[in-house]
């Protein structure tokens, strides 16, 4: 059989991790072929393709980003994009996808799925907000990478008796703010789910300057608060309909200094959270993953996406993955919370 493998949506610490399982095992137990479609979606669109054979992979367990490139494209919004996937897999004699995305790529996996192109999902994203897994891999790189940054936060804070607001990543889901924030001893953590009170908050800030500590709030970039909106860096939206966020850790340091009169700055983690090489638990998870999807694919498992169940990987239904948004649940806040202040 060959196969086109593509990684999809944001970029993610592991990527490689999956591509490298799939081929290695695609060959040596199933004689499988592999070619490899260049940035998400718009490889099989355009045709765009990389080869993907032993020598390829060699060396990029610990690379970050993807050896295939990325892209946001969404064939389902572009005229005749899916007639034309169609049609390139069929000339490129190309059986079967392994698409490694999130709810994004996902969802196009899903409808091309109920179309009858033969798919297998791997979930992917920092954000860890995909539905029937437990955990996706690039998670937890990137809360390892938010959780230095405070740690490091924490003593310049602490030498100039000012707070710092730290602005991860996550539009919907305050997962990576939840687990850095835990992790990092936030004095708050601010999420998507649950709008935030500033007074609450500048309260929390000023407990803390009396205990002799300087605050560290963690704020997920889709924080909302109680009387006012999300913050909007741009509206243009993308193929999948986002925008782009961030502004709302600028926005709560000037309310902070506004209520209780201390020097508050802001920082933006961005980008960073997603890049640089995988911890090794995220190369363990992303190996796996691979490792079980060409599995899946050997059966003739069509439709699914492999997920991990406790320490088991499983297989659900794609539709299950990407139907709606793993979010916070309040009862894991409500644990965190009890440090606030
Ligand atoms: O979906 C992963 C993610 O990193 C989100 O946390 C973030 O909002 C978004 O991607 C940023 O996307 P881009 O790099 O395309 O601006």
């Not at 007639?83 to 897999?89: A, G, S, T, W």
């Not at 704020?219 to 193929?239: C, F």
Request: charged share 20%.
């Amino acid at each position: 059989m060959r196969f086109g493998v593509l990684t999809g949506g944001g970029d993610c610490p592991g990527l490689n991790g999956v591509i490298r399982a799939v081929v290695r095992k695609g060959i040596r137990d199933y004689g499988y072929e592999f070619v490899g479609f260049r940035d998400g979606w718009k490889g099989p669109l355009e045709g765009l393709t990389m080869p993907l054979d032993r020598n390829a992979i060699r060396g990029i367990l610990p690379r970050g980003g993807t050896i295939l490139g990325s892209s946001r494209t969404n064939p389902f919004k572009i005229d005749g994009g899916v007639e034309k996937i169609q049609e390139n897999l069929k000339k490129m004699g190309i059986d079967a996808l392994i698409a490694i995305g999130g709810e994004d790529t996902l969802g196009v996996a899903t409808k091309l799925d109920a179309l009858g192109v033969k798919v297998i999902g791997v979930p992917k994203t920092i954000d860890n907000d995909l539905s029937n897994t437990d955990y996706t891999f690039g998670f937890d790189t990137s809360v390892n990478i938010a959780v230095d940054a405070i740690d490091r936060l924490h003593t310049t804070a602490g030498s100039h008796h000012r707070a710092l607001v730290v602005e991860v990543m996550g539009r919907h889901a305050g997962w990576i703010a939840l687990h850095s924030g835990i992790a990092g001893g936030a004095t708050c953590i601010l999420i998507p789910e649950i709008k935030f009170s500033t007074d609450k908050v500048a309260a929390w800030v000023n407990s803390r300057f009396e205990d002799g500590f300087a605050p560290i709030i963690v704020i997920a970039e889709g924080a909302i608060p109680q009387d006012g909106d999300m913050k909007i860096k741009d509206q243009t939206l993308d193929a999948f309909g986002h925008v782009k966020l961030s502004g709302i850790g600028d926005w709560l340091a000037q309310e902070i200094e506004a209520k209780t009169g201390k020097e508050t700055r802001t920082v933006v983690l961005g980008h960073i959270q997603r890049g640089g090489s995988p911890t090794a638990f995220d190369r363990v998870l992303s190996t796996r993953f691979g490792l079980h999807a060409i599995t899946a694919a050997h059966e003739g498992d069509w439709g699914k996406m492999v997920a991990l169940h406790g320490t088991n990987i499983a297989r659900v239904p794609l539709a299950s993955a990407t139907g709606e948004l793993k979010l916070v649940d309040p009862a894991l806040y409500a644990e965190a919370e009890v440090f606030f202040g």
